[in-house]
Nanobody, 120 residues
Framework: QVQVVESGGGLVQPGGSLRLSCAVSGRFLYMGDMGWYRQAPGKQRELVASITSGGSTNYADFVMGRFAISRDNVKNLVSLQMNSLNPEDTAVYHC??????????????WGQGTQVTVSS
């Protein structure tokens, strides 16, 4: 069984910063490609940033250099540093994980999400 748990969300003022973390635990060999998605009320879930197993990153256009995704393959963590937040960034942020299991089979998991609210 694999668990994906996000943390680090909260209430922040416009222009502020937050750092989200995604911890992957359970029985598996290693993490594959990882991603952060977000879903605002009444909107579809959208990709924010992704990072491959080799460390290559990809960002949504709306990020505009404000966010940075990183990973720690030893601690099985993926982080999203978010700076210069604005109210349009308010959403539930979800971690998505490709996890390679004990038989070298890849499975995809979603975390429950962490709420980010940007408001004065």
């Amino acid at each position: 069984q694999v668990q994906v748990v996000e943390s680090g969300g909260g209430l922040v003022q416009p222009g502020g910063s937050l750092r989200l973390s995604c911890a992957v635990s359970g029985r598996f060999l290693y993490m594959g490609d990882m991603g952060w998605y977000r879903q605002a009320p009444g909107k579809q879930r959208e990709l924010v940033a992704s990072i491959t197993s080799g460390g290559s990153t990809n960002y949504a256009d709306f990020v505009m250099g404000r966010f940075a995704i990183s990973r720690d393959n030893v601690k099985n963590l993926v982080s999203l540093q978010m700076n210069s937040l604005n109210p349009e960034d308010t959403a539930v942020y979800h971690c998505n994980a490709d996890v390679i299991g004990l038989r070298y089979v890849s499975n995809n998991y979603w975390g429950q999400g962490t709420q980010v609210t940007v408001s004065s």
